[in-house]
T-cell receptor, first 114, second 116 residues
Framework: AQSVTQPDIHITVSEGASLELRCNYS??????LFWYVQSPGQGLQLLLKYFSGDTLVQGIKGFEAEFKRSQSSFNLRKPSVHWSDAAEYFC????????????FGQGTELSVKP | EAGVAQSPRYKIIEKRQSVAFWCNPISGHATLYWYQQILGQGPKLLIQ????????DSQLPKDRFSAERLKGVDSTLKIQPAKLEDSAVYLCASSLEGGISTDTQYFGPGTRLTVL
């Protein structure tokens, strides 16, 4: 069965510092991978997605993620964090034979120190 | 373009009462999803509609939860009777195509349900 693990429940970084949020997935075939962000009181917004091709994916708001098949990982990165990036981040996995169904990780809450 | 609309935004009920949530997806979107997000967890899919037909309701607790999507547009999710463990945020999402995994899902702001 598909599963997604986000090992870090909460991360705090200083404004201007770099960020990496970890995501590991379990799936037998090539997964479809997504990162979503959820601000307080808001719905989820798609940051980026990976289906195939170049394993380094660029998204909105300056985020990028790298698919590493050998490590079953899809980590999210940003070179310089802004205070407005404070939110909860969710990694999700889908598959070609699952319709639109997504399996979400438990989320990582990001706090940004001034 | 208007986003996914949900109402109410907040609801507090006593256990064993019933409650209903409403969702209006983005215009023209064929697929509609209801997710349950318990505090500290990621969203979990409850039911997926394509137009007005059910694609996946394998994780919907059918003894107490029901959902419909009349005319393939708006949808309602009902809980009757509610239990304490139903306290969660209920998210509605929609996507343009017919439930293809590569299709972007757009989420509404959610309804926060508290069951006392």
């Amino acid at each position: 069965a598909q599963s997604v693990t986000q090992p870090d429940i909460h991360i705090t970084v200083s404004e201007g510092a770099s960020l990496e949020l970890r995501c590991n997935y379990s799936y037998g075939a090539t997964p479809y991978l997504f990162w979503y962000v959820q601000s307080p009181g808001q719905g989820l917004q798609l940051l980026l997605k990976y289906f195939s091709g170049d394993t380094l994916v660029q998204g909105i708001k300056g985020f990028e993620a790298e698919f590493k098949r050998s490590q079953s990982s899809f980590n999210l990165r940003k070179p310089s964090v802004h205070w407005s990036d404070a939110a909860e981040y969710f990694c999700a996995v889908g598959a070609y034979n699952q319709g639109g169904k997504l399996i979400f990780g438990q989320g990582t809450e990001l706090s940004v120190k001034p | 373009e208007a986003g996914v609309a949900q109402s109410p935004r907040y609801k507090i009920i006593e256990k064993r009462q019933s409650v209903a949530f409403w969702c209006n997806p983005i215009s023209g979107h064929a697929t509609l999803y209801w997710y349950q997000q318990i505090l500290g967890q990621g969203p979990k899919l409850l039911i997926q509609f394509q137009n007005n037909g059910v694609v996946d309701d394998s994780q919907l607790p059918k003894d107490r939860f029901s959902a419909e999507r009349l005319k393939g547009v708006d949808s309602t999710l009902k809980i009757q009777p509610a239990k304490l463990e139903d306290s969660a945020v209920y998210l509605c999402a929609s996507s343009l195509e017919g439930g293809i995994s590569t299709d972007t899902q757009y989420f509404g702001p959610g309804t926060r349900l508290t069951v006392l």
